[in-house]
């Protein structure tokens, strides 16, 4: 069974950069079998995906974001990692990794000075 943990900064000042990473265990991130999303839930807001990463290293974005956001991954630590730019208080949300129907437990990046 996949399982997926998020980790990274819980706060972040305005115009600075986002960094998340998730850890994947029982899975390999290189399979074709997933694909690895980042999505966000602001509070009071439905779930955005922001994008994806597949088996090959190819990413895409959801457009409204696509200037901003970018996913990577490392192979050797089975990791795959999101950075999202020029962050306001509107980026304020609760973070998902994602594979299809296995979720990370969330974590919380407010942004704020």
């Known amino acids: 069974q996949v399982q997926l943990q998020e980790s990274g900064p819980g706060l972040v000042k305005p115009s600075q950069t986002l960094s998340l990473t998730c850890t994947v265990s029982?899975?390999?991130?290189?399979?074709?079998?997933?694909?690895w999303s980042w999505i966000r839930q602001p509070p009071g807001k439905g779930l955005e995906w922001m994008g994806v990463?597949?088996?090959?290293?190819?990413?895409y974005y959801n457009p409204s974001l696509k200037s901003r956001t970018s996913i990577s991954r490392d192979t050797s630590k089975n990791q795959f990692s999101l950075q999202l730019s020029s962050v306001t208080p509107e980026d304020t949300a609760v973070y998902y990794c994602?594979?299809?129907?296995?979720w990370g437990q969330g974590t919380q990046v407010t942004v704020s000075s």
């Open positions: 994602n594979a299809f129907n296995y």
């Open positions: 029982g899975g390999s991130i290189t399979t074709s079998y997933y694909a």
């Open positions: 990463i597949v088996y090959d290293g190819s990413s």
